[in-house]
């Protein structure tokens, strides 16, 4: 429905109102049916911690933690007054696995905040003692929005430069356009000073440069290194070869994806969700029109839901073996990679065949797909399925069963199911601890709960593991494939609703009204019912989600993207601490992350 | 063969004095590989090929390896320099200047009265040769050569060792 | 008029012609083991590799090296110059010092000493000085750390490389590479000197670095290792100088385990062709086992990945040392046993 909200109020509420009394907390309806309360300042932290730690089936994993500028909202729907709100979504892995196919894992906190000029900015004690990962959100949220946190170790900036200048972006009197700035000039004296500003200084990460007996060698591993996949930077702290303990430093692949959202059409914004994560395609198109649709109440018809489910899976393929390819060349194997970007051009090949494109289709639409599937896909398809899979078979023996891969993969940079849920690990690296956590079986979307098919675990949570969960889940992906082209239903590749867009054409040149609706659609956009909406999706790398404001126009209030990779990568220093520098250039390609996917 | 014996023998003298007055360590390190790549040149002259070998493989390929290795991870720069080059002022050289007159002019008169000098080269010292002398008439100084490494060995995994 | 030609003289001439041949062979093989290694590795990976400057791609190399000698001759200006500008100089030229022991045919070789295995070791001694001296002078982490490890590998893998050649100096009784090949008529040492043949194996890849003994360039790690910083014909050297020591270990394989110049099986005694090639250019022979070396160099760069730094040093002491001393005291056991027969 529309509003989305469950008609009984959702058990955690319950509890919560049990612990806390009905006063402590305002219940808000969202389209996505997310149980959303609004909680004061002052008890945030009191109940975060009872969350985590007492309550039945506890929400040990910090979702998501971001902020939203109220300022200019119109349409607030009974909230509480606010000038800033900072958002803490949980999740509950136990609750999820207790009630399968409800959502029941899901809590999402707010928090409302005074105050909103520059020198006077909002306040709010961190949680960072609670949520050891709530760390890089809060400076996230401090960077974007000005918001402060209090009792943070470290509020510093994180995705804009240490000497950035222009204020906090994501704020509604930030300009959204470069065209609304002067010309960007690096001059030689700006590039110093630029460089001069990113030099790692140890004492403000509170480390050590040495000890009585000997110095730290601190070593900077990156933006541009080998091993760094893309623009990242890591510093380490070396004892010889042993990684004392290192910093990872983000934020030179950001874009302001979320602030583009902003200023672009819920339609024309579909593009730019295919480049965040820039090896996942039109996986990354799914929780943004996902999300839409349960906003907008499109029900999408069961051909759409197919030919998505088909897509999204041979994208998680070419992820997974862009993956392994560089996996193995990171430990030193140089041929794999070669095998696997032929794999890859298979695959692109039959996507171009029904997209029209390669890396980055945009494909999906509110309410369906681009375009019907082209006569002989199946063909297509079909030549794919049967040639990978022989291929993984000897990847397995040249790449697996290699004992030198071994050697260097085996019991490295291990982290179990508790750790993982501690630093909001989510996807391959969270189920080659064991936890059997996918939302493809744990909330079946898009019609997954038809399909046949297992999802792969490993025990030890190290690289390893890691690798045989990518490599097995490629093997499941093709299963998918395989029974989506088997059992493709016919119908239409669009839901007939008003929102759909581009809104079916048909009937346009039979009557005016409808040429008016249509035309308008397409030159300003959809214009979607103010409201909020969020929608998850077992990505290629983890658990991608979008999280949507509306205000009733034709454009986001607020697009905030919650995307795995910035979680995995907040959690190398706790992993990778007294391992050695090849460790972590293994466990760096284990990790499976773009930069596009963490800085957005 | 003379002519090569007197070059090494020029560059052995040299290097050895840049070892001495160099002030970056790892250049003066340098210089002392160079000296003895030179001498290992003049037994080669000599006919002791072995040793020559010898002294290539253990002192330059792999004891000033270590040495030139430890003092590269010690990261000494300008400063410590600076401060050699304050150390190898001139008043700081006639002690030692003057002690190893004494010790040449000792040596020269020891040595050169007796006729302890004699035409080299005369003979080619085979692997094998060596190999019999030391396993025959020195075979108790090999042996406690011997027990010293290894003393030195255990010492140095000792010492290395971590306590955790 | 003449009377300045004596035999002596003629014959010093003939040896510094052959030498140079040789070198300027050596160089050349070494060059085109770079084609060779890009289009063999191309053609285990599923791709062309360079094919279009000349018939075959064969004149990629002529291209790149007017490339590498028309660039820059850049030098970081926090590097230490003089060791900067050494280090390449001596991986090269000790590289190309080491070939001259090799003797190629009963008449073709630089040197023919009694030393030559020795003189072998201390060259390979010395080779670390060039990744150490570069991996300092660069003056920058990546470089150093390259230049560490490369150190200790290299000390590590010495010891047990002369213990294992030590087998069949035994055998030979000499140092002598030529006696080495003449002792191995109708046994060839790989098989009387398997254990020595197998510690020997990592330990050369290990003197030039190659896969997977390539950690101290281990791209993925160390970006470029030792030679980071080094750009241009200084690079270039470097560069050659590891495809100079894949020929000239590949070749010392040859003589010392797989009888040099000696026909393989009974392709001698093959009427006429046989016979002509083991007589008139047993080259031939040589030639063609070294290029199976070079080519296996290149086929364990494609296959194989990288193990850790400290796997690669526990493996040489727990692994390849013991196999040596271990193939040293049976050789010397049954030399002993046979002399007293």
């Known amino acids: 429905m529309a509003d989305g909200t469950p008609s009984t109020v959702p058990e955690i509420v319950r509890e919560l109102n049990a612990r806390f009394g009905d006063a402590a907390f305002t219940l808000q309806r969202t389209a996505d049916g997310m149980p959303t309360l609004w909680v004061a300042v002052e008890r945030l932290q009191e109940v975060l911690r009872w969350l985590k730690n007492e309550a039945p089936k506890p929400y040990k994993m910090l979702y998501d933690l971001t902020a939203i500028d109220e300022r200019l909202r119109k349409n607030r729907l009974g909230q509480p007054a606010a000038d800033f709100s900072v958002v803490y979504q949980l999740l509950s892995v136990e609750r999820d696995l207790a009630a399968p196919r409800t959502a029941a894992g899901d809590l999402r906190l707010k928090v409302a905040l005074q105050g909103g000029t520059t020198d006077n900015f909002p306040h709010l004690p961190s949680v960072t003692s609670i949520y050891p990962n709530a760390n890089w959100y809060e400076r996230e949220v401090w960077d974007l929005f000005g918001i402060v946190f209090d009792g943070h170790p470290n509020l510093r900036r994180i995705l804009l430069p240490p000497s950035w200048k222009g204020g906090h972006p994501l704020r509604k009197e930030h300009a959204a356009r470069a065209t609304e700035f002067d010309p960007y000039q690096l001059t030689a004296l700006r590039q110093d000073m630029e460089q001069e500003a990113l030099r790692f200084n140890p004492e403000e990460w509170g480390m050590k440069r040495g000890t009585e007996e000997h110095d730290f060698m601190f070593l900077n591993l990156g933006p541009n290194h080998p091993a760094a996949h893309g623009a990242f930077r890591v510093v380490l702290q070396l004892d010889g070869e042993e990684i004392v303990d290192c910093v990872p430093d983000i934020g030179y692949h950001h874009r302001g994806a979320e602030k583009m959202g902003e200023r672009q059409s819920w339609h024309s914004y579909i593009p730019y969700t295919d480049r965040i994560d820039y090896l996942g395609g039109v996986m990354n198109n799914l929780p943004y029109v996902m999300a839409l649709e349960k906003l907008a109440g499109i029900q999408v018809p069961e051909r759409v839901q197919c030919i998505r489910v088909m897509m999204t899976e041979f994208f998680r393929i070419t992820s997974h073996l862009l993956f392994y390819g560089t996996m193995a060349q990171d430990v030193g194997a140089m041929s794999p990679v070669f095998y696997m970007f032929v794999d890859r051009q298979k695959a692109y090949d039959v996507i171009e065949a029904i997209t029209g494109f390669r890396m980055h289709p945009a494909w999906f639409r509110i309410g369906g797909v681009a375009h019907d599937l082209p006569k002989g896909w199946e063909q297509k398809v079909q030549e794919f399925l049967d040639w990978m899979p022989k291929r993984l078979d000897g990847y397995r023996k040249a790449c697996l069963e290699n004992s030198i891969v071994k050697a260097r993969c085996v019991d490295v940079a291990a982290y179990n199911t508790a750790e993982a849920l501690e630093w909001g690990v989510t996807g391959p690296g969270l189920r080659a601890t064991g936890c059997d956590y996918d939302l493809r079986k744990v909330r079946p979307y898009c019609g997954y709960e038809n399909y046949d098919f297992e999802v792969p675990l490993g025990h030890k949570g190290d690289i390893y593991d890691r690798i045989v969960v990518r490599e097995e889940e490629i093997r499941q992906s093709l299963r998918i494939i395989e029974q989506c082209m088997k059992n493709m239903p016919s119908g239409p590749y669009k839901a007939d609703h008003a929102l759909t867009t581009p809104p079916p054409k048909d009937r346009t040149l039979n009557d005016i009204e409808t040429l008016i609706t249509h035309f308008l659609q397409v030159s300003w956009g959809p214009i979607m019912p103010a409201g909020e909406t969020s929608f998850m999706v077992e990505a290629t790398k983890g658990i991608n989600s979008y999280y949507l404001v509306a205000d009733g126009g034709t454009a986001s209030y607020r697009t905030r993207i919650r995307t795995p990779s910035f979680a995995h990568l907040q959690q190398i220093p706790s992993v990778i601490r007294g391992q050695m520098v090849p460790d972590l250039i293994a466990y760096i390609a284990s990790i499976d992350f773009v930069m596009a996917d963490v800085d957005r | 063969m003379d002519l090569t014996f007197y070059i090494a023998a020029t560059i052995a003298l040299f290097a050895t004095i840049m070892v001495v007055i160099n002030t970056n360590p790892v250049h003066a390190l340098l210089y002392l590989v160079l000296s003895l790549l030179s001498v290992a040149t003049v037994f080669f002259t000599l006919g002791a090929h072995f040793a020559a070998a010898l002294e290539v493989i253990v002192y330059a390929g792999a004891i000033m390896v270590l040495f030139v290795f430890v003092v590269m991870m010690l990261n000494l720069g300008a400063k410590t320099e600076d401060q050699e080059r304050r150390w190898l002022s001139a008043p700081a050289m006639v002690l030692p200047a003057a002690l190893s007159a004494v010790l040449l002019w000792q040596l020269g008169t020891q040595l050169w009265p007796r006729g302890y000098i004699t035409a080299a080269g005369l003979q080619e010292v085979t692997p094998k040769m060596v190999g019999i002398a030391l396993y025959g008439p020195y075979l108790l100084a090999v042996e406690l050569a011997s027990m010293l490494l290894l003393a030195g060995l255990v010492a140095a995994y000792h010492l290395g060792r971590h306590d955790d | ?341």
Not at chain 3, 28 to 40: F, G, N, P, V
Not at chain 3, 59 to 85: H, L, R, S, Y
Not at chain 3, 94 to 110: C, E
């Open chain 3, 1 to 341: 008029m003449f009377s300045w030609i004596t035999p002596d003289l003629i014959a010093i001439v003939w040896g510094m012609v052959k030498a140079i041949i040789i070198l300027l062979g050596m160089v050349l093989t070494a060059a085109y083991m770079i084609w060779l290694e890009r289009r063999l590795l191309a053609l285990w990976q599923d791709r062309y590799g360079p094919n279009r400057v000349g018939p075959l791609g064969l004149g990629q190399v002529i291209a790149d090296m007017i490339k590498i000698f028309f660039k820059e001759d850049w030098m970081p200006p926090f590097a230490d110059k003089f060791t900067f500008v050494l280090a390449p100089f001596l991986a090269m030229s000790l590289m190309m010092l080491a070939f001259v022991f090799i003797p190629m045919t009963p008449n073709w070789g630089v040197s023919n000493t009694n030393m030559a295995l020795l003189f072998f070791l201390a060259i390979a001694g010395l080779a670390v000085y060039a990744v150490m001296l570069g991996g300092w002078a660069s003056n920058s982490k990546y470089s150093l750390l390259g230049g560490l490890r490369s150190t200790a590998q290299t000390i590590s893998y010495e010891v047990f490389m002369g213990l294992a050649l030590m087998g069949v100096v035994i055998q030979a009784g000499s140092f002598n590479l030529r006696d080495i090949v003449a002792a191995q008529d109708g046994l060839w040492n790989v098989f009387p000197q398997i254990l020595g043949f197998i510690a020997w194996v990592p330990a050369a890849l290990a003197v030039v670095h190659r896969t997977p003994f390539d950690l101290p360039e281990a791209e993925s790690e160390l970006v470029q290792g030792y030679h980071t910083e080094y750009s241009g014909m200084k690079f270039g050297m470097f560069m050659v100088s590891e495809y100079v020591g894949i020929v000239m270990v590949s070749g010392l394989t040859v003589t010392l385990f797989f009888g040099g110049w000696d026909a393989p099986l009974w392709f001698d005694r093959i009427p006429g062709i046989g016979a002509f090639l083991g007589e008139q250019i047993p080259f031939v022979w040589f030639a063609a086992k070294t290029f199976i070396f070079m080519a296996g160099y290149i086929l364990v760069r494609a296959a194989l990945p990288r193990p850790r730094y400290d796997q690669i040093m526990s493996a040489a002491w727990l692994w390849c040392l013991p196999i040596a001393l271990i193939n040293l005291l049976i050789t010397g056991a049954v030399v002993l046993w046979r002399a007293g027969a």
